[in-house]
């Protein structure tokens, strides 16, 4: 690979490339079967809508939902919240069950103030299915609910709320069960993001053979999980170490898909999550203005979101292509983030 810049690290990358990771319900679900393969499994994911809310806690510091569905049954019965709550800190957190209890009765205070609630919930409060994603470095021996934390004795515990929560504690779980899905595949990579560079070269080999199985006929799925391992190498791997693991990604890559991976190196991942990541695309914008290479910079954004689109889409219409070629930067970067969920090239917006 040839030279780069050094690109700064995404603040709370954890938080944000995960959550950006999960913005797919059939991520959600492969997530959960993780944990509970049977509860994931009562779920119609094909029918799971995403909900974006903010939750402003007791202390009055702003934290956005992780990742929140509403999910129906299979048997047509009702819906579920299913809420992915994300725990990097360094150690367990004791007050997580307090913390779970706050988030729902927050949620359903939200939910019942929805516009889109509908009236077949008829004054009924859907079940919220807390699943816990722990990537600390200590080991997790807390337990997520109220009830195995009250000390009450066994005439007082009807009192105190009753609720589950799936754990999943990936510093805790073997690498060989990380497996069957193209989550699975991201999560064994993560799991060894700040390990020895021998470990973690060996689960990001075992990630992307993972990963083969959807380079054919799930395109879109290969693409997101080979950006978040792109991500994952640039902000948690050192500047040394990252051109030997951008190859091993580059080389499970089939075919031309080869480029579109390459130009996702030179381009910077970060650039391809969300808007919301501002500091480190402005500050690469302000570096490559000092550097005098804005139109190096256009060129590859424009052959990158090329790349893209002919990995999802096949062969580009002249139309398209007359498009790209005639698209400021501004625009590109749009469309480059709308390429995930588009269902046809329509989709991209003017």
């Known amino acids: 690979m040839s030279e780069r810049r050094e690109d700064p690290p995404i603040r709370e990358f954890n938080d944000r490339g995960i959550i950006w990771l999960f913005g797919r319900a059939r991520n959600v679900r492969d997530l959960l079967s993780l944990a509970d393969p049977d509860l994931a499994g009562n779920f119609d994911w094909d029918r799971a809508v995403r909900i ?115 754990v999943l504690n990936l510093r805790e779980r073997p690498p060989e069960t990380l497996t069957g899905s193209a989550v699975a595949a991201a999560l064994r990579a993560l799991r060894e993001a700040e390990a020895p560079a021998g470990r973690m070269r060996q689960a990001l080999i075992a990630a992307t053979a993972e990963l083969e199985r959807y380079a054919a006929g799930e395109e879109a799925i290969w693409l997101e999980v080979i950006h978040f391992l792109l991500l994952l190498v ?51 914008i302000k570096q490559g203005i000092e550097q005098g290479i804005e139109q190096g910079r256009l060129r590859e954004r424009r052959e990158t979101l090329r790349a893209l689109l002919e990995v999802k889409f096949g062969p580009l219409p002249a139309a398209t292509l007359e498009r790209l070629d005639q698209a400021s930067e501004e625009a590109l970067r749009a469309m480059t983030l709308r390429v995930l969920t588009a269902n046809s090239l329509a989709d991209l917006g003017s």
């Open 52 to 166: 974006n809310r903010s939750l402003v806690p007791d202390d009055l510091r702003k934290r956005e939902v992780d990742v929140l569905y509403r999910v129906p049954y299979k048997d047509h019965s009702g819906d579920a919240i299913v809420y992915v709550l994300l725990e990097h800190q360094s150690r367990p957190d004791s007050s997580i069950g307090f913390r779970i209890l706050g988030y729902q009765l927050q949620l359903w205070g939200l939910l019942d103030r929805s516009p889109a609630k509908g009236a077949a919930m008829k004054g009924r409060r859907a079940p919220i299915v807390p699943i816990v994603l722990y990537t600390g470095k200590r080991r997790w021996e807390l337990p997520a609910t109220l009830e195995a934390i009250s000390g009450a004795p066994a005439a007082l515990r009807r009192f105190v709320p009753r609720f589950d929560a799936e």
């Open 234 to 284: 640039m902000h948690k791997r050192k500047a040394a170490e990252r051109d030997s693991l951008y190859e091993i990604v580059t080389q499970s890559a089939p075919g031309p898909r080869k480029r579109a991976v390459i130009s996702m190196i030179k381009t910077g991942a970060q650039e391809y999550i969300e808007q919301g990541i501002e500091q480190g695309i402005e500050q690469g």
